[in-house]
């Protein structure tokens, strides 16, 4: 693992609580819905393509909702998103697995697990369309870990940082990249690492801005830096879910 000790404290926690989870006991297999497509059908259609997130809480942000994550879910298909994004971690995060297997039940967009998958068998603790590698923590794990998502079915987010980030993603074969405007060192959030970094990214790839994005001049800020798509969470759970959706995805 490539992680180091400079990543702030809560980052490391979380890595740790991942670490220590009890592997499944079965394979998955997994049908997915194409992210891509959704995204480039909203497109399409005049939307912002929007990965709305199920966040319950996180360690960035103050508060908590307990609403029923699949209300939540359906309020945000319903305000226009291409796709959701649904939290698994529990310690952190408040997410659960069941969480997202009822949301996959009860919507027909592609839905993203957003975990913190640092092995093999973390795959296999729910079926989802789309899984987030994070290229930091994986080190030279991640070609390992992009195959197994592959041979399982699932899509994989490959998450950077910068440029280097970017590079092994590429190197890897990862199809579907996101760029975190989060610094996991210090937790500061820039929208300008996206714009910095997606220039870089191969045309083929589908390109995602990930983190900071809480205004509609935001959502245009990174679909004019090359965005295909926007993972947003704390800017939508925060209020109403449905109509903070629709705001971002007429922006």
């Known amino acids: ?38 995204l480039a ?31 939540l879910a359906e309020q945000m298909a319903d305000g226009g998103a291409a796709a959701l994004s649904v939290l698994t971690e529990p ?14 039940d009860a919507v027909d967009v592609p839905v993203l697990r957003k975990d913190f998958l640092l092995e093999e068998p973390h795959l296999d603790a729910v079926e989802a369309d789309v ?31 910068d440029r280097e980030e970017l ?7 990862a199809e579907i990249i996101g760029v975190n405007n989060r610094d996991l060192a210090a937790l500061d959030v820039d929208l300008s690492t996206f714009e910095a970094v997606a220039p870089h990214a191969p045309g083929d ?23 295909d798509g926007l993972l947003v969470g704390s800017a939508i759970m925060d209020g109403d879910v449905a109509e903070n959706t629709r705001t971002l995805v007429n922006a």
Request: aromatic share 2%; net charge negative.
């Open 167 to 173: 590079r092994r993603a590429v190197d890897a074969g």
């Open 205 to 227: 790839v589908t390109l995602l801005a990930e983190s900071g994005v809480s205004t509609p001049a935001d959502a245009r800020r990174m679909r004019a830096a090359g965005a």
């Open 41 to 71: 059908a909203a497109a399409a259609d005049g939307r912002v393509p929007l990965i709305a997130e199920v966040k319950p809480t996180s360690p960035t942000t103050d508060g908590e909702r307990r609403d029923d994550p699949v209300a």
């Open 1 to 38: 693992m490539h992680e180091s000790e400079s990543l702030a404290p809560p980052v490391r926690s979380i890595l740790e609580a991942a670490r220590e989870r009890d592997p499944p006991e079965r394979t998955v297999s997994v049908t997915p819905r194409s992210l891509p497509d959704a």
């Open 91 to 104: 310690e952190h995060f408040g997410g659960s697995t069941d969480a997202l297997a009822a949301v996959r």
């Open 131 to 161: 899984v987030l590698l994070i290229a930091r923590f994986l080190g030279d794990d991640l070609d390992g870990m992009l195959d197994a998502a592959r041979d399982r079915g699932f899509q994989a987010l490959v998450e950077v940082h």
